[in-house]
C-alpha cells in the first residue's frame, strides 16, 4: 500500500488517476444523456450510415446505441473492462499509458473501424448504419493483458513481456473466434486456417513458457506465475465468450463480431506498442 501511496506522489500519477476515474465516469454518463435525451433523428445522424456517410459519423456513431438492451450489455462489460484494466494499470505503476491507451480506444478507435466498414468490410458484414459502444469497449478489453503481464512483472521483479506474449494472445484471438464459429462453414480454407492457429498457439506457448522459466530463478515462483497466467486467461476467456457469442442473431439483432474482433486486435497491438515503445529512453517520460 505504501508503495501504491508513494507511486501516486510520483510524476503526477494522482493527477493522472483523478484524469483517469473522470473519464471513466463521464463516458456512460455520455452514453446515458444521448440514448435518454437526444431527440431520434439527431441520434440517427450520428449513427454511421455505410451507404452515405458524414465525415462527423466515424466520430459519433460509437455513442450512439440502438435500444436500452444495447446500452445496457455495453455499460456492464464497459466497467467490467475498464476496472479490471485500471486495477492492473495501478499494481503494475503504468498509469500515464494506460490513459493514453484509454483515450485511442475512445477516440481514435472509433474512426478507424469506421473506415475499415465503409471501405472494406461493408461487403463481408453488410449492414445500412453502424453505432454502438462495443468496439470500444473491445479495445479496451484488449489492453488489459498487457496490463496483467506488466503487473506479475512488477510482482516477480522480472520482466515478463517477452515477444511471445503478443503473439499468444494475437493468436488466441484468432484461434477462440474460429473455434467459436468453425461450425458455421467448415470449408477446407477455415478449417486450415483453425489447425495452423492451434499449431502456432501451442509453439508460442511453448516459448513463452521457456522464457518464463528462463526469467525466474524461483521454481515456485515460475509455478506461482504460470498458475496465475491460467486463471487469468480462463478469466479473459470468459469475457471474451461475450463478444463472441455462438448465437449472433436474437431480438437485439445481429452480434456485430466484427468489431468486437478488431478492437480486440487493436487493443493488443496498441497496448504492446506502446508499453514497447516507453522502454526506449527517448519515451522515458511515459514511465514515473
Not at 466515424?58 to 440502438?66: A, L, W
Not at 480506444?105 to 473506415?115: D, R
Not at 504460470?226 to 476467456?237: A, K, R, V
Request: proline share 3%; with cysteine.
Amino acid at each position: 500500500m505504501n508503495n501504491l501511496l508513494d507511486y501516486l506522489k510520483c510524476n503526477n500519477s494522482f493527477k493522472i488517476l483523478t484524469l483517469l476515474l473522470v473519464i471513466i465516469f463521464i463516458l456512460p454518463l455520455v452514453w446515458s444523456i444521448i440514448f435518454y435525451n437526444v431527440p431520434e433523428n439527431v441520434q440517427t445522424s450520428l449513427k454511421l450510415s455505410v451507404n452515405n456517410t458524414q465525415i462527423w459519423q466515424y466520430f459519433t456513431h460509437s455513442f450512439v446505441h440502438n435500444d436500452l438492451t444495447h446500452l445496457q450489455n455495453n455499460l456492464e462489460t464497459y466497467f467490467i473492462a475498464i476496472i479490471f484494466g485500471l486495477i492492473f494499470a495501478l499494481l503494475s505503476k503504468n498509469l500515464k499509458i494506460f490513459l493514453i491507451l484509454v483515450l485511442l480506444s475512445i477516440f481514435i478507435f472509433p474512426p478507424i473501424w469506421g473506415i475499415l466498414k465503409v471501405f472494406f468490410l461493408n461487403g463481408l458484414f453488410p449492414s445500412s448504419y453502424e453505432c454502438g459502444s462495443s468496439g470500444v469497449i473491445a479495445a479496451l478489453l484488449g489492453i488489459v493483458p498487457v496490463f496483467f503481464i506488466l503487473s506479475f512483472s512488477k510482482y516477480t521483479g522480472k520482466s515478463l513481456l517477452f515477444q511471445e506474449y503478443f503473439y499468444f494472445f494475437l493468436i488466441y484471438i484468432v484461434f477462440f473466434f474460429q473455434d467459436t464459429y468453425k461450425t458455421m462453414d467448415i470449408s477446407p480454407f477455415l478449417m486450415g486456417i483453425y489447425i495452423a492457429s492451434l499449431l502456432a498457439l501451442f509453439i508460442v506457448i511453448f516459448f513463452y513458457i521457456y522464457h518464463i522459466r528462463q526469467a525466474l530463478d524461483s521454481k515456485k515462483l515460475f509455478i506461482l506465475t504460470l498458475f496465475s497466467l491460467m486463471l487469468f486467461l480462463l478469466i479473459y476467456t470468459i469475457f471474451i465468450g461475450f463478444f463472441f457469442p455462438q448465437q449472433l442473431v436474437s431480438l437485439g439483432g445481429r452480434t456485430a463480431i466484427e468489431t468486437h474482433y478488431v478492437g480486440l486486435v487493436f487493443g493488443l497491438f496498441v497496448s504492446y506498442s506502446l508499453v514497447i515503445l516507453s522502454q526506449n529512453t527517448s519515451f522515458s517520460w511515459l514511465r514515473c
